[in-house]
């Protein structure tokens, strides 16, 4: 049974630019949701995939958006990067879509934003 | 929305001591408390976890406390080791809704 895996590990980015993150869900989880967790805090709920539609979502601007595919692999984007957006970002899976069976989270991405 | 609160921010113990983590919640309708620890370069591993019918769930030298009640929950280690040293989280999810929030985190410190 293969973990979640994120890509890239770390990533520099400029102000302005655009990133696209990268996660495989663990075998037999159907459910993807990503996360931000800055430095010194708790994950915040950017948003999740379910079906390959966005299944509910965080305080977060329309800048993030995302993708789900049929093999339940997800990608996280951001447009118009800031500086704020600087963080360890967090795809976890789960066997459904309300988590009540606990998440396994990757190792996630490090964005810095210069 | 929920809110969850984590106490204390910081925490350090002798090896063999126990440790405590405290979390609050806001949402009566959470239903679903679990527990995570987040090593150095790594992402939140699931630990223990407890729902709200259960006021109790022990897991070796890890146990979770529940009060529905008064809306407060907690981690507690037992004999701590150095490998417990790491950021513990505690969260709470509410049914219907996608969203897991997160505790702010504890900085677990075991010193030998």
């Known amino acids: 049974e293969t973990g979640v895996t994120q890509s890239p590990t770390h990533l520099i980015k400029t102000r302005g630019q655009q990133v696209t993150l990268r996660c495989s869900s663990q075998?037999?989880?159907?459910?993807v949701s990503w996360y931000q967790q800055a430095l010194g805090q708790g994950p915040q709920f950017i948003f999740q995939?379910?079906?390959?539609?966005?299944?509910g979502r965080g305080n977060f601007p329309p800048r993030f958006s995302g993708l789900q595919f049929p093999n339940y692999s997800s990608e996280l984007n951001v447009n118009a990067l800031e500086l704020d957006d600087s963080a360890l970002y967090l795809c976890?899976?789960?066997?459904?879509?309300?988590?009540?069976?606990?998440?396994?989270f990757g190792s996630g991405t490090r964005l810095t934003v210069v | 929305g929920e809110n969850v609160e984590q106490h204390p921010s910081t925490l350090s113990v002798q090896e063999g001591d126990s440790a405590v983590i405290k979390c609050t919640y806001s949402?009566?309708?959470?239903?679903?408390f679990p527990w995570y620890k987040q090593e150095l370069g790594k992402g939140p591993q699931l630990i223990i976890d407890?729902?709200?019918?259960?006021g109790e769930k022990k897991d070796q030298r890890i146990a979770v406390t529940l009060n529905k009640t008064a809306k407060h929950f907690s981690l507690h280690i037992t004999e701590t080791q150095p490998e417990d040293s790491a950021v513990y989280f505690c969260?709470?999810?509410?049914?219907?809704?996608?969203?897991?929030?997160f505790g702010a985190g504890t900085r677990l410190t075991v010193k030998p």
């Open positions: 976890a899976s789960s066997l459904d879509t309300t988590g009540g069976y606990g998440y396994t």
């Open positions: 075998s037999g989880h159907n459910t």
């Open positions: 995939y379910y079906r390959e539609e966005e299944n």
């Open positions: 949402d009566s309708a959470s239903n679903y």
């Open positions: 407890i729902r709200s019918n259960v």
């Open positions: 969260a709470a999810s509410i049914p219907n809704n996608n969203d897991m929030r």
